[in-house]
Each structure stands twice: as structure tokens, then as C-alpha cells.
């Protein structure tokens, strides 16, 4: 990835998600020497990058981590392109998380993950921080292509805690 690619995807990435679910510039940059980290784009006629999609892959599932789309162009289909063709390409389950459905924003997301035929989960899952100082966030693991049970669960939040977020398994969640 040429550098001034990534500079793109990390400015798309401060406009669409709180500090609170991001890396520091140096940490996600870091990411890229990491085998199992991808990061796919979509650009526009000029070679812009308009979105992409940052995922985990692992021998037993796939995580997405990140999907963005430029503010100017979102409603106009590039994020369900970019969701779709990574579902179409893989041969694992996919994993990503979402808030609690607790307001509009929050049910309309998980809708869109609905209609590629993701499904919400209700075990008690917790984000571990990804910067220094940062509190755990309560979020929920949809998954495609089924929901999954409680031992699935267990197993793919282990691998999500120790080889996304670097943290403990004895965590008490």
C-alpha cells in the first residue's frame, strides 16, 4: 500500500468513527506489517479513495474491524458493494461489531448488516480499548453467514482478544 493510500483511509477513518474505536495514526499504521490485516478500497474515476474495509483474517474466521465511506458519497452503495464482495470472497465466517441496538442510529446500522445477511447476537461482549486510557466499550458480535452458538462464541472472542486487541482471555466478561 503506497503511503499516501493510507493517509487517505486513516483521514476516512477519523471522519466516520469516534477516538474511541480507532488506533492511533502509529498504531493502525503499524498494522499494516501484520499478515492477518487487510485493508480492501474502493475509489472513485480519479484514483480517490472513497471507501474501504479493514478486516482480520484468521485460519477460523474473518473479522471486520473498520467500514468507511466518504461522507460526500455514503447512500449511494459503496459501502454494500464493499461488504458484499469481501461476504463473496470469503470461505470463513465473518465476525464485526456493532452498538446495542439502543437508538435509530444504532438499528439502522445493524439493518444494514441484516440485509447482507449478517446476524445480531445477543451474548455479552466487550471491546477491549485500542488506545491507551480508553474504556471498554459494551457492544454486540453480528456474524454472517448464521448466528452462532455460546462455544463459537467463547472460541471467537478468544482469538479477537488475543490476536486483535492483545489482551488477556482471563478477562471477566
Known sequence: M???????????????FPVSEMRSYGGQKAL???PSYRIYTE?????RIIGFLAAWEFPLLRF??????????????????????Y???SDKPVLLEV???????????????????????????VQPPLRTGQPDLSLRI???????RLGEFQLYREILYTEVYKTAVSRSR
Do not use: C, W
Open 142 to 148: 453480528m456474524t454472517y453467514p448464521r448466528p452462532i
Open 43 to 47: 475509489q472513485d474515476a480519479s484514483g
Open 64 to 85: 471486520v474491524e473498520h467500514i468507511a465511506v466518504n461522507p460526500a458519497t455514503r447512500g449511494g452503495g459503496i459501502g454494500y458493494k464493499l461488504m458484499n464482495s
Open 87 to 89: 461476504l463473496a470472497r
Open 2 to 16: 503506497h503511503p499516501s493510500d493510507f493517509d487517505e483511509i486513516y483521514t476516512l477513518m477519523e471522519a466516520s
Open 99 to 125: 452498538e446495542p441496538p439502543a437508538g435509530e442510529l444504532e438499528q439502522r446500522r445493524i439493518g444494514f448488516y441484516e440485509r447482507l445477511g449478517f446476524h445480531l447476537n445477543f451474548y455479552d461482549y
Open 32 to 34: 499494516l506489517d501484520n
